[in-house]
């Protein structure tokens, strides 16, 4: 009987990551466009920069190999910013650059989001 109950939580858990997962992709395709217009990046339409975000979301996977600490770290970030200075055509420089606008505006929809869904300022304190 608490089997079942048990079993149902993680489910539920499981699809609210699923759905977490699924949303942060979209929005980081999106938002990975957008922010390659500045750099005058090449192939932005949504299927390339959808392909790079999946590419990116990847890399985080090697973060799972718990040997190597922030070295590891280093070593994902300079990886997306290669994936995405080699699929878009850029420089280095604008690669970080791309990479950088594009995780300020995340945090800005991030916490237009959580004002929407009426979490507000709570969930930006500590």
């Known amino acids: 009987?608490?089997?079942?109950?048990?079993?149902a939580i993680i489910g539920i858990?499981?699809?609210?990551?699923?759905?977490?997962?699924?949303?942060?992709f979209v929005?980081?395709?999106?938002?990975?466009?957008?922010?390659l217009g500045p750099v005058?990046?090449?192939?932005r339409n949504l299927g390339s920069t959808f392909v790079t975000a999946f590419i990116v979301a990847l890399t985080y996977l090697v973060l799972l190999i718990p040997v190597l600490g922030i070295f590891l770290f280093c070593?994902?970030?300079?990886?997306?910013?290669?994936?995405?200075?080699?699929?878009?055509?850029?420089?280095?420089?604008?690669?970080?650059v791309a990479w950088i606008i594009t995780i300020i505006l995340i945090a800005i929809v991030l916490?237009?989001?959580?004002?929407?869904?009426?979490?507000?300022l709570l969930a930006l304190l500590p």
Do not use: C, D
């Not at 237009?112 to 507000?120: E, K, R, S, T, Y």
């Open 40 to 43: 005058n990046g090449e192939n």
């Open 27 to 35: 929005i980081t395709g999106l938002l990975l466009g957008v922010a």
């Open 1 to 7: 009987m608490q089997l079942e109950w048990l079993i």
């Open 13 to 24: 858990f499981g699809l609210i990551v699923i759905i977490g997962f699924v949303v942060a």
């Open 111 to 120: 916490v237009v989001l959580l004002f929407v869904f009426g979490i507000g």
């Open 75 to 96: 070593i994902v970030i300079i990886l997306q910013w290669y994936v995405i200075k080699s699929r878009h055509e850029l420089g280095w420089g604008g690669a970080i």
